[in-house]
T-cell receptor, first 113, second 114 residues
Framework: AQTVTQSQPEMSVQEAETVTLSCTYD???????LFWYKQPPSRQMILVIR??????QNATENRFSVNFQKAAKSFSLKISDSQLGDTAMYFC??????????FGKGTSLLVTP | DAEITQSPRHKITETGRQVTLACHQT?????MFWYRQDLGHGLRLIHY???????NKGEVSDGYSVSRSNTEDLPLTLESAASSQTSVYFC?????????????FGPGTRLTVL
């Protein structure tokens, strides 16, 4: 069975600061992808960033980057220069042989002025 | 532009009624998925399909069914709605059988079962 754990139900950060959201996972597969999805109040699910398990280099998308520690099965998301529009629920997800996504329970992030 | 749509966006029904939620995508994606989102649970997989006439059960499939008669549509049916099925339902699609494929999500349907 695959599991994804997000241990921080809620977090807050001030505008322009940096915040890190944690995610740990468990899978017996060798080939898998990890994702971070953002869900703003509009409810739309938006892909933020993805990481292939075979790639050692951490993925980066503008202000968003990940710290992928394969041996520790850890996949954290760092948001730099936080903006008010980053306020959202963030979900960590895992995809392997089944191709469907296994989601964590989410972290609610509030960016304050 | 290609898109994925869900209808209705909001639905209120009564216990015991049959309900069908529609999902339509214009990307010509092979894979389609249904998830439900509940507070404290994240998104959980209900059913999925890798192509026409293919359907598979997910983690929380009891009380739900799907059918795939064409590439574009994967309707989700609640055979006899229960209050425990009050939730937000998301449909998603992805292009092919590759682990790295991004899933594109619809806007969601909020279902309330009274």
């Amino acid at each position: 069975a695959q599991t994804v754990t997000q241990s921080q139900p809620e977090m807050s950060v001030q505008e322009a600061e940096t915040v890190t959201l944690s995610c740990t996972y468990d899978t017996s597969e060798n080939n898998y992808y990890l994702f971070w999805y953002k869900q703003p109040p509009s409810r739309q699910m938006i892909l933020v960033i993805r990481q292939e398990a075979y790639k050692q280099q951490n993925a980066t998308e503008n202000r968003f980057s990940v710290n992928f520690q394969k041996a520790a099965k850890s996949f954290s998301l760092k948001i730099s220069d936080s903006q008010l529009g980053d306020t959202a629920m963030y979900f960590c997800a895992l995809s392997s042989s089944g191709y469907a996504l296994n989601f964590g329970k989410g972290t609610s992030l509030l960016v304050t002025p | 532009d290609a898109e994925i749509t869900q209808s209705p966006r909001h639905k209120i029904t009564e216990t015991g009624r049959q309900v069908t939620l529609a999902c339509h995508q214009t990307w010509n994606h092979n894979n389609m998925f249904w998830y439900r989102q509940d507070l404290g649970h994240g998104l959980r997989l209900i059913h999925y399909s890798y192509g026409v006439q293919d359907t598979n059960k997910g983690e929380v499939s009891d009380g739900y069914s799907v059918s795939r008669s064409n590439t574009e549509d994967l309707p989700l049916t609640l055979e006899s709605a229960a209050s425990s099925q009050t939730s937000v339902y998301f449909c998603a699609s992805s292009p092919g059988l590759a682990v790295n494929n991004e899933q594109f999500f619809g806007p969601g349907t909020r279902l309330t079962v009274l």
